[in-house]
């Protein structure tokens, strides 16, 4: 299993892979996920926002294959972190590749939704995509940390 981080945005600050990478490295080499970023589509005033995001849409689509989909989204399931870990045994188990999506600014269409096996919400917030990126790192560390009964979660 591959675990991939599909991601619609701009360049990210240097604290943010500073954060990223401080998780990333205390993870398994097999669970380390690849980050996948895609770029945004333009946005101008003669631009309808259902054609960006349909765009930014159709780039994810193409990026996420076959996997087993995960995309991060604010009408998404509210997860315990024993229900992310619970998450993770389970992609692990079944083998395939796991892609997990965050969508641009303007969000994601219809069809991702459809597309998605799972949908997970880490807040009913609004959050900044930086701050999801190190989130989300820290997140996939604690899940790991309960699967091996560490007691970096407590």
């Given at each position: ?26 993870l ?29 849409t ?26 992310l ?70």
């Open positions: 299993m591959k675990l991939r981080i599909h991601s619609v945005a701009g360049k990210m600050p240097a604290w943010v892979q500073a954060g990223v990478d401080e998780y990333v490295k205390r398994p080499r097999e669970l380390a996920p690849e980050w996948v970023d895609l770029p945004l589509a333009k946005r101008a005033r003669n631009v309808k926002t259902l054609d960006v995001v349909a765009q930014e159709d780039r994810l689509l193409r990026s996420v294959r076959e996997d087993h989909v995960v995309l991060l989204d604010i009408s998404g399931k509210n997860w315990s972190t024993e229900e870990a619970e998450s993770m045994t389970s992609w692990q188990r079944e083998g395939r590749d796991v892609s997990l999506v965050v969508g641009g600014p303007d969000g994601v269409d219809d069809r991702l939704r459809q597309r998605a096996q799972q949908r997970w919400s880490l807040s009913r917030l609004t959050l900044p995509h930086p701050l999801v990126r190190v989130l989300l790192a820290e997140q996939l560390y604690r899940g790991w940390t309960v699967q091996q009964g560490h007691p970096y979660h407590k």
